[in-house]
């Protein structure tokens, strides 16, 4: 059995992917057979980028942590930052690919 999985999902309203990412995470929990406990925090401005070491909108934290950690050196935290992600085929979308998130979800779930 697998245990409730918490998500803190971050956005900031200037990108125009954050309701797209929400119905995204939602699919990959029901896709993955996962219960999430989704909590939407929207980011409003600098400071609270900075507090929250927002890399962009949107983002995944699961389980406290964000499986699409951004590599390389830190970046000034903007609360109007758009997020890329890395696609398996080696380019760059708006948003993780649906199966990435699954097995984030899932991984998590059976930690």
């Not at 990108?15 to 996962?34: F, K, M, N, Q």
């Not at 219960?35 to 507090?51: C, I, L, N, P, T």
């Not at 962009?56 to 699961?62: E, N």
Request: aromatic content about 8%.
């Amino acid at each position: 059995m697998t245990r409730p999985v918490a998500v803190t999902y971050l956005f900031s309203r200037e990108c125009p992917s954050h309701d797209e990412g929400l119905v995204l995470l939602r699919e990959a929990a029901a896709t993955a057979g996962v219960d999430v406990r989704v909590e939407a925090v929207e980011v409003r401005d600098d400071a609270q980028a900075e507090r929250l070491r927002f890399p962009g909108s949107p983002t995944y934290l699961v389980g406290g942590g964000d499986p699409f950690a951004p590599e390389g050196p830190a970046h000034a935290f903007r609360w109007d930052a758009c997020r890329a992600y890395r696609t398996p085929g080696g380019g760059v979308a708006p948003l993780p690919a649906r199966e990435e998130l699954e097995a984030a979800l899932a991984a998590e779930a059976a930690a």
